[in-house]
């Protein structure tokens, strides 16, 4: 008990003192912005590709890539059959019920519980899911939006993304085995070290990001209820049944990937959307996407 009240209370505390933050205008908005960009551009990509570097990659990690990519799809199938009955009349009803907030919220609360040198399990649970945000459901959130689709301009997003170029670095050092050297090497070790450094912001800048978004909206409550209740729902006992059964049981993984699993599944939708469904151009929202 005692350990996991020392691990969940810095979440807590980090996320109320954001809160304070706002409530008190101690940080402008704007100030909060560019923190964000900070994190998204440099931490971020900082800590995935020093968890990519470290973690041990296997052919049936690919099982990750396909479970959470399908789990996707079918959520958002199945948000579009439920839409009539629990929607609303809210045309977006089908994306408030697939994906995770895997960066901004995921990675946090992860890492504070299990160490930023644990971030990899959680990354490798999480590439299907990468690859549905940015090749299907952005494709369809900016088609319903605008009525356009130009996978041209998403697949540039994606390539370009200091996250995306991350994992893809990190993963493309650990198959050439090169990763010892990298720390090993005067010049090289030093970036390592500089990049240790920023990682180890991402937690805390996140955390208080988060707290500082937090607005109680009473118009909005009941909606928000309804969609939130409604994933816990169907995505909390299949997140129990992945964990135990098929993480631990059948393919034989440690703790880590079944906390991994299990944290993904009961995230919120992307907190990005907002920003989508906001009139703007496709490259920028794209690039606002950070899952």
């Known amino acids: 008990m005692s350990d996991i009240i020392n691990q969940v209370l810095p979440i807590l ?11 008190r205008n101690f940080i402008s908005e704007n100030s909060i912005d560019d ?21 041990d990659l296997e052919i049936k990690f690919l099982f990750f890539i396909i479970l959470t990519f399908s789990l996707c799809v079918i959520l ?14 809210h045309e977006y009803f089908p994306f408030l019920m697939t994906g995770f907030e895997y960066g901004m919220l995921g990675i946090s609360l992860y890492g504070s519980a299990y160490g930023l040198d644990k971030i990899g399990y959680i990354a490798i649970v999480d590439l299907g899911h ?12 900016l ?24 994992i893809l670095g990190g993963i493309l050092v650990n198959l050439l085995g090169l990763t010892e050297m990298l720390y090993r090497l005067p010049l090289t070790g030093g970036v390592m070290t500089a990049l240790e450094y920023l990682g180890n912001l991402t937690v805390p800048l996140i955390l208080l990001i988060v707290g500082y978004g937090i607005q109680f909206d009473r118009s909005g ?6 969609v939130t209740g409604l994933r816990l729902v169907l995505l909390l006992p299949l997140a129990i049944l ?4 098929v993480v631990q049981r059948l393919m034989g993984l440690n703790e880590y990937f079944q906390a991994a699993i299990f944290t993904l599944l009961i995230l919120p939708r992307p907190l990005s959307f907002r920003f989508i469904c906001v009139p703007s151009c496709p490259v920028r929202s794209a690039m606002l996407i950070t899952s």
């Open 76 to 89: 958002y199938w199945l948000g579009k059959l439920l839409a009539p009955r629990f929607g609303g009349g």
């Open 242 to 245: 992945l964990s135990a059964f």
């Open 35 to 55: 923190i964000k960009k900070l994190v998204v551009n440099l931490a971020l990509p900082a800590v995935l590709f020093l968890s990519f570097l470290q973690v």
């Open 221 to 226: 409550m009941g909606e928000a209820i309804s």
């Open 130 to 141: 990468e690859l549905f945000i940015w090749f299907i459901f952005l494709a369809l959130l």
């Open 13 to 23: 505390l980090l996320v109320f003192l954001g809160y304070l933050l706002r409530r």
């Open 143 to 166: 088609k319903k939006r605008d009525g356009i689709q130009n996978n041209r301009v998403l697949l540039a997003s994606f390539l370009k993304s200091p996250v995306i170029i991350a």
